[in-house]
């Protein structure tokens, strides 16, 4: 770099802060990977949740008394693909929550009311106050709604 002369330390700036860009770049991704697949994730399982619990219904005409007893339905059968997913919550905390709830209160886990078979997320505000980052198209939209 003898060319450059004094000028090398301007090089040194330019690579430095190209790299902090690359970086930063990177970790950005990473954070809305991690935030849409925990969207994604509880998404789906709660509509395969709803799913079980009209299972649940067909075969037995009434809607089950908690999301335990469906589970527990579930297990009695040789073939548990239809029954194999148990619906959690994934937006509120990093680990899965299946707590139930009988009041949507927006503490997290999931709402379940047996009167109707009415299975939502029990969090009431838009995904944008769960993930500060998170800059999706779902941003604004409510869980409980889904």
Known sequence: MKFLGNKSWLLKIILGMLLFFIIGIGITNNIRHSYWMRIKATRTKLLLGKRSIHLFFKHNSRFPKSLDELYEYGDKFPNKIQWMVTPEETISKKRPDSSEHSI???TGGLYYNPENGELKVNLTKPLKSYFRFYFGEKRN??????
Do not use: A, F, N, R
């Open 141 to 146: 939209e409510v869980p409980s709604d889904w």
């Open 104 to 106: 949507l209160d927006g």
